[in-house]
């Protein structure tokens, strides 16, 4: 019997769909039952003597991918693919999948979500409350913001709909010829952060490539602006982002993913910044769908596999 090894952590508990699905399909399922994202030495253990892969984003290096001999097929359950060495897994014969459009409503609502929280400082004030303090806080409105979008892909262009019910100016960056039915004014980089109020990121992180939004670059951004990373950790020099936001001249912050995570760095010791620890896509409807797509394309994968 092939087996598969699950890793994500919340796989088939809101919806036991994408388990049945694999059971159906004749496999042993062995899940991650240490309920966390896994190191490149525990996800070595559990590979090696695994045929298929539901992947998280735990690291799928060169050497995790070389010990796992049996292993035919990665499905990752998300749309990054940063996280797996593509290079060695063509090499070994490995196919990859991923399900680019699952998160793609989840990670658009965080980010609106997290633009207004910031503007009108909504966790700052919970946690005053809390703590016994009845102190309002001015605000500011999202309407008449001009938001710069940084790749401007399913994510990014979603982001750009939900947003026009706001009364925003928009205008992106991205570094290929974007086809898209949204017709905004697409910036250089650095005319984009220098003209937006809030810059909001959805590129990857190329590899080997230095952050994005470095020390310059948030230089270059308006004094008092917001920034928000729901995309992935690297994309902002994290030790530059803490001399911005200290200093003032960024007004606010979210991050949603981080250079290391679990994130544990000083960006904590700041009010003026929004941590969240890489739920983009946890929401439940995106999950399971998510979870869904992930064992249908394992399930075509091992058709192909069957066929070569
Ligand atoms: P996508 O591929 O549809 O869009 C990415 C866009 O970024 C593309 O248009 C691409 O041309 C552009 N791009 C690539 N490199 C760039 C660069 N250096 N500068 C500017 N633009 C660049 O991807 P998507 O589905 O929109 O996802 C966007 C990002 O969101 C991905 O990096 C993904 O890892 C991340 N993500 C995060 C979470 C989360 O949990 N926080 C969940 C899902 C996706």
Redesign the pocket.
Known sequence: MKKVFVSTTSFAKDDETPLKLLKGAGLTVCLNLLARKLSEKEISGFLSDTDYLIAGTEPLTRDVLKYAKKLKIISRV?????TVDLGTAKDLGIMVYNT?????Q??AE?TIGLMLDLLRKISNMDKDLRSGAWEKHMGNLLQGKNVGI?????????VAEILMSFGTEISY????T?KSSLHYPLKP?NKLLQWADIVT??????ED?KP?IGKEELKNMKKGAWLIN???GG?IDEDALYTSLKEGHLSGAAL??FEREPYKGSLSELDNIILTP?????AKESRIKMEIDAVNNLLAGMKCDRER
Request: overall charge neutral.
């Open positions: 998300g749309v990054g693919l940063d680019p459009f699952g998160p793609t989840a990670v965080l940084v790749g401007f892909g399913r994510i990014g262009q979603r960056y991205d570094i290929s974007i980089l990121l959805h590129c990857p992180v190329l490539s994005i729901t995309s992935r994309l949603d993913v890489h739920i983009g896509s946890y």
